[in-house]
């Protein structure tokens, strides 16, 4: 469904993603971790056609995002990690205008629109301005006009930045909804706890570059092999995801 192939952006001397190249299967939820700078959000602007690869490209169920930028975000909702919504706009004219934008037919848009105010729990302020919302509200009404077109892929970069506890809890169930319906998910996220619960594939990026991938009972093999590892374990004696990621990035650490 998702295939980067040895992208890759620089600027200048600065290599920011170092030739990404890896598969992401239909219907998988993929973790997208690392650290601030890592290059996560460069490599998603370039995946969605925001931002021009140096070299190489995405292909997004079999159309190329360089190439056929049109088909490729056509199957894709996406979720950034500062999303813009118009403030003097109710929720209700912001989903008509997302709607007009991907050509949703008006019918089909309207009956869209009211089904994912009501499972985004908007329905009761959907008439009005989206400036009076609570950031919470505002990356769920986000993530609903993401999803107005149906796509098959689901990009969010760090959904949950700023939510409170119960709004992050909420996001979390709703992202589990909508990996049980079979979207192709790909979260960059800062929370590990979330990427453990959720994804079924998981790619740690430093410096641009991928240092480890796979599901996390294979992050935690090779994470356990390092001579470090024993430091790095919970109170049970099994490495979290948090002390798997610490690990492997440490392990890379000298390579810079």
Known sequence: MIEFRKLKKTYGPLTAVDELTLSIDDGCVFGFIGRNGAGKTTTIRMMMGLLEPTSGTVVIGGHDIRREPEKAKALTGYLPDHPFLYDKLTAYEFLRFVGGLYGVPEDVRDERSARLLEDF?????ASELIETYSHGMKQRLALASALLHEPRVLVLDEPMVGLDPQGALDFRRL???????????????????VAEELCDRIGVLDHGRLVALGDLAELR????????????????????????????IHATEGEW
């Open 121 to 125: 729990a908007l329905t009761h302020r």
């Open 175 to 193: 992202l589990a909804r909508l990996a049980d319906e079979g979207r192709t998910i790909f979260l960059s996220t800062h929370s590990l706890a």
């Open 221 to 248: 093999a090779r994470a356990s092999a390092m001579p470090s590892a024993r430091e790095l374990r919970d109170l049970n004696g099994s490495a979290t995801l948090e002390s798997v990621f610490l690990q492997l």
